[in-house]
T-cell receptor, first 115, second 114 residues
Framework: AQSVTQLGSHVSVSEGALVLLRCNYS??????LFWYVQYPNQGLQLLLK??????LVKGINGFEAEFKKSETSFHLTKPSAHMSDAAEYFCAVSPMDTGRRALTFGSGTRLQVQP | ETGVTQTPRHLVMGMTNKKSLKCEQH?????MYWYKQSAKKPLELMFVYSLEERVENNSVPSRFSPECPNSSHLFLHLHTLQPEDSALYLC?????????????FGEGSWLTVV
């Protein structure tokens, strides 16, 4: 079985400050990992994904995430927050060893950016 | 413009009504999905279609009935729903059904059951 835990349902940062959104996974086999963003009244959009090619993954809008197997983590970071980054962010995991699609989402973290 | 289009964007229905949600993808994908997003629960996968064949049904009540007439269209037929079914229903598609494939989402259909 696999699961995803996102620590902190709400995170607030000042504009220009570092953004750090935490994601830990639990999986019996190494997984694929994803970060999605959902802006108000919109669907989810892929920010980045880890597919075992490189542990540091760069995504859109200046975001990146690092896969750390020893910590079972895939935290999302951005050096400098922008007002337009305010949204809900979802971490998701999918096992590598099955042919079926089994994407499991975390409960989400709402990012607020203060001016 | 999104590659996955959902209609209607908002739907209010009574518990005895029958309605349908429609999804169309313009990305040439061969897998399509229905997800349910509630206020207090993580995103839940409801159904998966691959090459128009239903391949996953995650213990969804029979009052939700999916239909995939071709690889570009997906429907969710709704009947005798309950107030707790009120949620955002997201359609999605991917090029293939592999675990690494990126899933592309529509903007969702807000459903309110009264």
């Amino acid at each position: 079985a696999q699961s995803v835990t996102q620590l902190g349902s709400h995170v607030s940062v000042s504009e220009g400050a570092l953004v750090l959104l935490r994601c830990n996974y639990s999986s019996s086999v190494p997984p694929y990992l994803f970060w999605y963003v959902q802006y108000p009244n919109q669907g989810l959009q892929l920010l980045l994904k880890y597919t075992s090619a490189a542990t540091l993954v760069k995504g859109i809008n200046g975001f990146e995430a690092e896969f750390k197997k020893s910590e079972t983590s895939f935290h999302l970071t951005k050096p400098s927050a922008h007002m337009s980054d305010a949204a809900e962010y979802f971490c998701a995991v999918s096992p590598m060893d099955t042919g079926r699609r089994a994407l499991t989402f975390g409960s989400g973290t709402r990012l607020q950016v203060q001016p | 413009e999104t590659g996955v289009t959902q209609t209607p964007r908002h739907l209010v229905m009574g518990m005895t009504n029958k309605k349908s949600l429609k999804c169309e993808q313009h990305l040439g994908h061969n897998a399509m999905y229905w997800y349910k997003q509630s206020a207090k629960k993580p995103l839940e996968l409801m159904f998966v279609y691959s090459l128009e064949e239903r391949v996953e049904n995650n213990s969804v009540p029979s009052r939700f009935s999916p239909e995939c007439p071709n690889s570009s269209h997906l429907f969710l037929h709704l009947h005798t729903l309950q107030p707790e079914d009120s949620a955002l229903y997201l359609c999605a598609s991917s090029q293939e059904r592999s675990p690494a494939a990126t899933i592309y989402f529509g903007e969702g259909s807000w459903l309110t059951v009264v």
